[in-house]
């Protein structure tokens, strides 16, 4: 399995904009996707999570009700929509897919992980 993202970038603050992640092989329609995101000098740490089917998705405090995640299981590729961006945003993001269906916040359930795309918010 690899995962590749892009659409990451250099955004001002309050701006919006759409990563992609496409994953090769066969088992991406039955398991969960996972958003994570490490800036300088921090842990890595859960964004967003969606179900196999799209049907449910979880998001961390700090996106909640600004960034949305979704997934075309046709196109095998899952997308994080991120809105009112924060400069406490910026961070390499990165897309994994989880060994199991329902979300999950828990890094350990995530086998694959893509290269991580830069993203940039400041004036």
């Known amino acids: 399995v690899q995962l590749v993202e892009s659409g990451g970038g250099l955004v001002q603050p309050g701006g919006s904009l759409r990563l992609s992640c496409t994953a090769s092989g066969a088992t991406f329609s039955v398991n969960a996707m996972g958003w994570f995101r490490e800036a300088p000098g921090k842990e890595r740490e859960f964004v967003a999570t969606i179900s196999w089917s799209g049907g449910s998705t979880y998001y961390a405090d700090s996106v909640r009700g600004r960034f949305t995640i979704s997934r075309d299981n046709a196109k095998n590729t899952v997308y994080l929509q991120m809105n009112s961006l924060k400069p406490e945003d910026t961070a390499v993001y990165y897309c994994?897919?989880?060994?199991?269906?329902?979300?999950?916040?828990?890094?350990?359930?995530?086998?694959?992980w893509g290269q991580g795309t830069q993203v940039t918010v400041s004036s």
């Open positions: 994994a897919e989880s060994t199991i269906a329902a979300v999950t916040t828990t890094r350990g359930a995530y086998g694959y």
